[in-house]
């Protein structure tokens, strides 16, 4: 409970910084017993982060943390990831970030899971757009459960959808 009260304080005072004028300034942090958050406001953006650890009804442990930022020239951002680790040393981790703003975009989502028995599984998908051009770049790397590799495939195409060249 307390991780969503400190996850929810921190959202308020970042919608309170991105409604406040250029010329605000200041840094507000807050610390409960399972995390801390921090907030920042200036000339040229607002900024907001918080991270936190609970122990599960399982006995497994979780962390998670995110992040989002509002910049003056109409970019934004944000980030998040959690990890849980089980008694039994499986690993689950997820995580996702995205931005944009006046030369494009980016996004970015993945994980990995790690058995008790050592053997593991995980995939990331990527996709960014140049906002001048148009074209755009999607991508996914997954891990062949055969030689536990990496594979990548990407595609690049131009505004109209063709496909073209990756450089």
């Known amino acids: 409970m307390t991780r969503i009260r400190t996850a929810a304080a921190s959202l308020a005072v970042f919608a309170a910084l991105l409604s406040t004028t250029v010329e605000a300034r200041g840094v507000i942090r807050a ?3 399972n995390g801390a958050s921090t907030a920042a406001a200036g000339p040229r953006g607002a900024a907001v982060r918080a991270r936190g650890t609970v122990r599960n009804s399982d006995g497994s442990v979780t ?4 992040g989002a930022f509002a910049g003056y020239n109409g970019s934004r951002g944000a980030r998040a990831s959690s990890t849980t680790v089980s ?3 499986s690993v689950s981790r997820q995580g996702e970030a995205g931005a944009s703003g006046p030369r494009g975009s980016v996004y970015s989502q993945g994980g990995f899971t790690r058995s008790s028995d050592g053997t593991w ?3 990331r ?6 906002a001048q051009t148009g074209n ?3 991508g996914t790397t997954q891990i062949d459960p055969a030689t536990g590799k990496p594979v990548h ?15």
Do not use: E, M, Q, V
């Open 121 to 123: 599984s995980g995939s």
């Open 87 to 89: 008694p039994d040393g």
């Open 125 to 130: 998908s990527s996709s960014a757009t140049n």
């Open 31 to 33: 610390t409960g017993p």
């Open 136 to 138: 755009s770049y999607s």
């Open 63 to 66: 962390h998670a943390s995110g």
């Open 153 to 167: 495939t990407g595609t690049c195409s131009d505004a109209y959808g063709n496909t073209i060249p990756c450089r």
